[in-house]
């Protein structure tokens, strides 16, 4: 069955950094794109970050110098190092897949799928 499991989220003061971790388990996840994304309340679902099969890496203008993605396809794992956290940065966030046929960079949401449950991040003093 395919899925994806995102762990790491939690709590953390302003400034503060965390890891968030992406499992992958049904299909081989290094043959594909896997991308971030949040969602705040009341608020649309937004694209954080990508990376390629290859380690090709994009960013969000907003979380940019502060957020690094990677991978370990050994693992079947992609991660996301937060920096420098901030308020704004609150929401649950979700990793996804790349749909056939996308274009890289994308950080549309239509262009992913068969996201995990997600893993709720609060930055807050």
């Known amino acids: 069955q395919l899925q994806l499991v995102e762990s790491g989220g939690g709590l953390v003061q302003p400034g503060g950094s965390l890891r968030l971790s992406c499992a992958a388990s049904?299909?081989?996840?290094?043959?594909?794109?896997i991308a971030w994304f949040r969602q705040a309340p009341g608020k649309e679902r937004e694209g954080v970050s990508c990376?390629?099969?290859?380690?090709?890496?994009y960013y969000a203008d907003a979380v940019k110098g502060r957020f690094t993605i990677s991978r370990d396809n050994a693992n079947n794992k992609v991660y996301l190092e937060m920096n420098g956290l901030k308020p704004e940065d609150t929401a649950i966030y979700y990793c996804?897949?790349?749909?056939?046929?996308?274009?890289?960079?994308?950080?549309?949401?239509?262009?992913?799928?068969?996201r995990g449950q997600g893993t709720q991040v609060t930055v807050s003093s």
């Open positions: 990376i390629t099969s290859s380690g090709l890496t």
């Open positions: 996804a897949r790349a749909n056939p046929g996308y274009r890289w960079p994308s950080l549309r949401p239509n262009d992913y799928n068969s």
């Open positions: 049904g299909f081989p996840l290094d043959y594909y794109t």
